[in-house]
């Protein structure tokens, strides 16, 4: 199954025909081989991500396939290891996608939820779903890991939970790394506070801009990524 994964990600057959959002996880395939495709990897160390039909039942693959042969593998095997360890973590937190495995060294297996993005709930008048992300969001933080990418594509309402998907970039607060936690807390929650407005009519509080306020460092990276950084690569690295 891992050869045929390969050959079908190579020649095109999983891959979206572009690199936009879909609204909602689309709905599994009906039968084994069949793969309904959700990103294309268009991007510098971007997976490609399709729903796999996995022993009978539907899963998320997402595949670094694409960088096989290239320097870039040993980056992309690093990003899948490191996800699937705080996946691993997570296991029995009913908020992330369970790890089903690894089809080889490139491409990482996951739990399918069925849902809708946040990114396209945003009707005013809805409190409560916005109490359920923050309590998601500190629930998480409570167990020492920050997810460090909230985003309304990351977010999947599902029908009877909120879970969080991405967690390539997600920290776990270990040793001298545990000081770093406060700060990505805060930036996690700064994020989820974008969308209170348009979920609940509400501007943030005061007091929750105070305590959620993005550190003023990882504002600087961020910037210093997103303006300088990965436009090089994207240009320069092949």
Request: glycine fraction near 8%.
């Amino acid at each position: 199954m891992n050869r045929l994964l390969i050959i079908l990600a190579r020649h095109g057959t999983v891959m979206a025909s572009s690199d936009s959002t879909p609204r909602q996880t689309p709905e599994h395939p009906n039968h084994p081989g069949k793969t309904v495709p959700i990103q294309h990897g268009k991007g510098f160390l971007k997976a490609d991500v399709f729903v796999y039909m996995h022993d009978g039942q539907p899963v998320i693959c997402k595949d670094y396939s694409r960088y096989r042969g290239s320097w870039r593998a040993l980056l992309a095997r690093l990003l899948i290891r490191r996800e699937a360890r705080i996946l691993e973590f997570l296991k029995d937190w009913p908020h992330s996608p369970k790890v089903v495995g690894c089809m080889g060294t490139l491409a990482l297996m996951m739990e399918y939820v069925p849902g809708e993005l946040l990114s396209e709930h945003m009707a005013a008048g809805d409190p409560f779903c916005f109490a359920q992300l923050m309590g998601v969001m500190k629930s998480l933080h409570g167990m020492s890991v920050t997810h460090n990418d909230v985003r309304g594509n990351n977010i999947i309402l599902s029908k009877d939970r909120v879970v969080l998907i991405d967690f390539a970039g997600a920290v776990r607060g270990r040793g001298i790394g545990r000081l770093l936690l406060s700060p990505m807390r805060r930036s996690d929650m700064s994020h989820l506070l974008k969308y209170k407005v348009r979920m609940t009519g509400e501007k943030p509080t005061a007091e929750e801009q105070r305590l959620y306020q993005k550190p003023r460092w990882i504002q600087v990276l961020q910037r210093l990524w997103k303006q300088r950084l990965l436009p090089f690569f994207k240009q320069h690295v092949g």
